[in-house]
């Protein structure tokens, strides 16, 4: 290096120009009247939904439709309605229940509205604490000992 280089400023990294993009029409006129290159584009979709018009996406998604499996069935409102009854014939709420059965007070409130797909595990629970039948024939049915 000579003595003179000494005092020039070193630039590690310079940025390039960036593209600046214009949306609007004034923006567009302000750069024409700077003598500024100007490009537009204009979208072959924009302000349509013609995107997969002319391919097979919605046949594809009707194939898909037509071989959807069946969701699980949900509780049944009479089991629900045996969980409540039971529940308020040994005084408890729901948060009382819950706590009883180490679940939430809002699972309880979901199996008693019919809401939930049914937990083999949170039913045996259910059955132990309130003493009732919640599984096959005769729900709400006090268990024989």
């Given at each position: 290096m000579?003595?003179?280089?000494w005092?020039?400023?070193v630039?590690?990294?310079?940025?390039?120009e960036?593209?600046?993009v214009?949306?609007?029409?004034?923006?567009?006129?302000?750069?024409?009247?700077?003598?500024a290159?100007?490009?537009t584009?204009?979208?072959?979709?924009?302000?349509?939904?013609?995107?997969?018009?002319?391919?097979?996406?919605q046949r594809?998604?009707?194939?898909?439709?037509?071989?959807d499996?069946?969701?699980?069935?949900k509780i049944?409102?009479?089991?629900g309605?045996a969980?409540?009854?039971?529940?308020?014939?040994?005084?408890?709420n729901?948060?009382?229940?819950?706590?009883?059965?180490?679940?939430k007070?809002?699972?309880?409130?979901d199996?008693?509205?019919?809401?939930?797909?049914?937990?083999q595990?949170?039913?045996?629970?259910?059955?132990?604490?309130?003493?009732?039948?919640?599984?096959?024939?005769?729900?709400?049915?006090p268990?024989a000992?």
């Amino acid at each position: 290096m000579s003595e003179g280089d000494w005092d020039k400023p070193v630039v590690i990294r310079k940025r390039g120009e960036t593209v600046k993009v214009a949306k609007g029409a004034s923006a567009i006129n302000q750069a024409r009247r700077a003598n500024a290159v100007v490009e537009t584009e204009r979208k072959t979709t924009g302000g349509t939904n013609k995107m997969h018009t002319n391919t097979d996406h919605q046949r594809i998604a009707k194939l898909d439709r037509e071989n959807d499996v069946a969701p699980p069935p949900k509780i049944s409102l009479s089991v629900g309605k045996a969980i409540q009854q039971a529940r308020q014939a040994k005084g408890l709420n729901q948060k009382d229940l819950g706590v009883k059965i180490n679940e939430k007070a809002n699972i309880i409130n979901d199996y008693e509205m019919g809401r939930t797909i049914p937990s083999q595990q949170v039913l045996t629970k259910l059955e132990r604490v309130l003493g009732i039948k919640l599984r096959g024939k005769n729900i709400g049915e006090p268990f024989a000992k």
